[in-house]
T-cell receptor, first 109, second 114 residues
Framework: SQQGEEDPQALSIQEGENATMNCSYKTSINNLQWYRQNSGRGLVHLIL?????REKHSGRLRVTLDTSKKSSSLLITASRAADTASYFCATAAGNKLTFGGGTRVLVKP | DAGITQSPRHKVTETGTPVTLRCHQTENHRYMYWYRQDPGHGLRLIHY???????DKGEVSDGYSVSRSKTEDFLLTLESATSSQTSVYFC?????????????FGEGSRLTVL
């Protein structure tokens, strides 16, 4: 079973546009993390937001967390072709990270 | 890049044969994880280790065993491979401080069981 579920499953945008993807989860968490995976590669950590935080920024990334709704969103602003990848949310509880199914993002030049 | 090496990177084997995947780290991190990635399922945790000789099961541990005799090495063994174990396997490491922190992933091992 997956703790996190991303929405949408796939997203296609033009370069320069913003990309937003959402993650919903079911149980209490310590933190929530977002990762990026380029085709055929390992996952790369993007950002971590703790359960007592509501919003966090890192460069062109903005993450929000609403623990009352058990949901998070990842916003990528001013997207670039290099942002084409799959994005995964992961929820941390205890010593484990549980990943969602991911959102495939295609940024067209 | 975090010093994580997975081997082999690609393997084709037959049903019923044993397979061992190796994860080697140079970061001296305490926690190590094995995940499998399949279309439609994202990444699912197989086993993890929180120290030498200390391991625990994840959500899809049936058919897999692990061993960690040294901090730097975490082995995943399929005692008798089945076609359902065809997948991409990722090793990850973490040095959490209080809660589960950032994971660093290897490049993956693609296993095909015929």
């Amino acid at each position: 079973s997956q703790q996190g579920e991303e929405d949408p499953q796939a997203l296609s945008i033009q370069e320069g546009e913003n990309a937003t993807m959402n993650c919903s989860y079911k149980t209490s968490i310590n933190n929530l993390q977002w990762y990026r995976q380029n085709s055929g590669r390992g996952l790369v950590h993007l950002i971590l937001i703790r359960s007592n935080e509501r919003e966090k920024h890192s460069g062109r990334l903005r993450v929000t967390l609403d623990t009352s709704k058990k949901s998070s969103s990842l916003l990528i602003t001013a997207s670039r072709a290099a942002d084409t990848a799959s994005y995964f949310c992961a929820t941390a509880a205890g010593n484990k990270l549980t990943f969602g199914g991911g959102t495939r993002v295609l940024v067209k030049p | 890049d975090a010093g994580i090496t997975q081997s082999p990177r690609h393997k084709v084997t037959e049903t019923g044969t044993p397979v061992t995947l190796r994860c080697h780290q140079t970061e001296n991190h305490r926690y190590m994880y094995w995940y499998r990635q399949d279309p439609g399922h994202g990444l699912r945790l197989i086993h993890y280790s929180y120290g030498v000789k200390d391991t625990d099961k994840g959500e899809v541990s049936d058919g897999y065993s692990v061993s960690r005799s040294k901090t730097e090495d975490f082995l995943l063994t399929l005692e008798s491979a089945t076609s359902s174990q065809t997948s991409v396997y990722f090793c990850a490491i973490s040095a959490p401080s209080g809660d589960t922190g950032e994971l660093f992933f290897g490049e993956g091992s693609r296993l095909t069981v015929l």
